[in-house]
């Protein structure tokens, strides 16, 4: 194999698995994960659960795990960012602001002293 041809693979590079619904193109994962919340909800509704509760509570399912799965916040995980929130928050007395002292210098006057006219004194 001739080196002049060949590159490096990049380290980040990641290949995920996707779908393509009417042009628009899906993450698998999101997809089967909305497919199973949709036959969850449908048995759910036909054993007699209230078809309004159920969507709503399943709607929220579906955003908080498509959520952690695909999102991505100043290029960290979603998983990433929920355990250094989760390491930040066992710390205890990290989240409490103390009092601030600020010496602040004595303050100049804004705008110069006017001075009388020569014919007032």
Avoid: C, K
Avoid at 59 to 77: H, K, P, Q
Avoid at 95 to 105: F, K, S
């Amino acid at each position: 194999m001739n080196d002049f041809l060949s590159a490096p693979v990049p380290r980040n590079l990641r290949v995920r698995a996707s779908l393509q619904v009417a042009s628009t193109r899906l993450p698998a994962r999101s997809f089967v994960l909305l497919m199973a919340l949709v036959l969850v909800g449908g048995l759910a509704v036909a054993r007699g659960a209230d078809l309004t509760t159920t969507a709503q509570s399943l709607g929220a399912v579906a955003a908080v795990s498509i959520t952690a799965l695909e999102g991505r916040w100043w290029g960290y995980s979603t998983w990433a960012l929920a355990w250094m929130a989760a390491a930040h928050l066992a710390r205890p007395g990290q989240l409490e602001l103390g009092p601030q002292e600020i010496a602040l210098p004595p303050e100049a006057p804004s705008a110069p002293v006017s001075r009388r006219p020569r014919w007032h004194a």
